[in-house]
């Protein structure tokens, strides 16, 4: 039996951790565009701050031998044919797979013209990471426009600030990170940013990268064109499923999948930020994009890769933002009655409806986020 995983992430690693627990004799095969060992993404900030890769690493440099498999970094899948059970790497190679585990990831997506020049930099992957932090080092008085204020956007911005950068953020909206946070949430974020010295500016639009060979300057809705010693992209992301085009796996926003993670075709699993599974609390099928999310899925796609039946429990979102002076946690969704208590530096919101949990944001107090969390998971009565 041959597996073949797309992709060298989390989400792909546990799969692989999953499947050797169980089998150690199976083959299996792993596909990377990127060409380094496995890393962990929320690391990356720690990176870029400090230097420090050895967290990057979690399963070590050289995988392949630690659970025997043959990984193939930098050489992307390009082409999939799920009812030949066959699949096409750039360099021109092509495998046999007799169970297929998609776990390919995603790119940061920044629909504005001009994205695609040279010079216009992104956070989402390790390279990405690497010339941010070698941007930085050589030159302490950097400017940064970094283009997009949601989550993203905004932790790029505070990771640069603590590196002595001058990032100014745009934000197209009247108030960062409006998917995650209400106004006056928003606010408390937006003012500690300021005292880090990010410029926000909110309802500005960046409409195109200007330049010729190379990035030079950011137009934005106004008319006005910034420049800077760095330009970031960060306006949202997009699952990497372009191999799949023409193939009978249906996709949407990612690949979609049942409650064994299967997609449409049988023998084809999906897994972390490609797939499109159910959510707890809407009971659509969403791409939620967490790590935590990612580590569940691939355990569960590596196990049924082997022919188990293992149901994937629906998650719903939860978001930790590092670099503030305080901690914020947000889950879930903000429908229903809000329930607010908020103090001097404090500020915690909850969300009801039909006496379960919906969501929470907590923003300084955050102690008491496990608790909650387990009340929106279980979605038990409040009482």
């Known amino acids: 039996m041959h597996i073949c995983i797309i992709g060298m992430g989390p989400a792909a690693m546990n799969a692989v951790q999953a499947i050797r627990e169980e089998d150690s004799k199976v083959r299996i095969s792993m596909f990377s565009a990127e060409a380094c060992p496995p890393y962990s993404p929320p690391c990356l900030g720690h990176y870029l701050c400090t230097g420090d890769s050895d967290p990057l690493f979690w399963q070590g440099r050289d995988p392949g031998r630690k659970y025997d498999v043959h990984c193939y970094p930098g050489d992307p899948v390009v082409q999939v044919d799920p009812g030949r059970k066959q699949l096409w790497?750039?360099?021109?190679?092509?495998?046999?797979?007799d169970t297929l585990i998609i776990a390919s990831g995603s790119s940061l997506y920044a629909p504005v013209p001009g994205a695609d020049k040279p010079g216009v930099m992104q956070f989402k992957n390790l390279s990405g990471a690497q010339a941010?932090?070698?941007?930085?080092?050589?030159?302490?008085?950097?400017?940064?426009?970094?283009?997009?204020?949601?989550?993203?956007?905004?932790?790029?911005?505070?990771?640069?600030?603590?590196?002595?950068?001058?990032?100014?953020?745009?934000?197209?909206?009247?108030?960062?990170?409006?998917?995650?946070?209400?106004?006056?949430?928003?606010a408390y974020v937006q003012e500690d940013m300021a005292r880090q010295g990010i410029d926000v500016r909110l309802n500005t639009e960046g409409t195109e990268f200007g330049g010729h060979d190379r990035v030079d300057s950011l137009l934005t809705h106004s008319g006005e064109r910034l420049r800077a010693d760095?330009?970031?992209?960060?306006?949202?992301?997009?699952?990497?499923?372009g191999f799949l085009q023409g193939t009978d796996i249906e996709v949407d926003n990612g690949v979609l999948v049942d409650e064994w993670l299967q997609t449409s075709v049988s023998d084809v699993f999906a897994c972390g930020d490609a797939a499109q599974a159910r959510e707890l609390l809407s009971g659509e099928r969403r791409v939620l994009g967490l790590y935590p999310v990612a580590v569940e899925q691939g355990r569960i796609a590596g196990q049924n890769a082997l022919g188990r039946k293992r149901v994937y429990e629906?998650?719903?979102?939860?978001?930790?933002l590092k670099g503030l002076s305080f901690q914020l946690i947000t889950a879930g969704r903000q429908l229903g009655e809000e329930v607010v208590f908020k103090g001097r530096d404090w500020l915690q919101k909850f969300f009801v409806h039909q006496d379960r949990l919906q969501g929470f944001v907590l923003l300084g107090q955050v102690e008491q986020a496990g608790v909650y969390m387990n009340l929106l998971q279980t979605q038990r009565p409040l009482g």
Do not use: C, H
């Open 230 to 241: 760095a330009y970031i992209a960060a306006t949202g992301v997009r699952p990497n499923i």
């Open 314 to 320: 629906p998650q719903t979102s939860m978001n930790s």
């Open 89 to 97: 790497v750039q360099s021109g190679q092509v495998y046999v797979f």
């Open 132 to 186: 941010l932090r070698n941007m930085a080092l050589e030159n302490k008085q950097a400017r940064a426009v970094v283009v997009g204020g949601g989550f993203i956007g905004v932790e790029i911005a505070l990771y640069l600030a603590k590196l002595g950068v001058k990032p100014t953020l745009l934000n197209r909206r009247g108030w960062i990170m409006p998917r995650l946070l209400d106004p006056e949430t928003a």
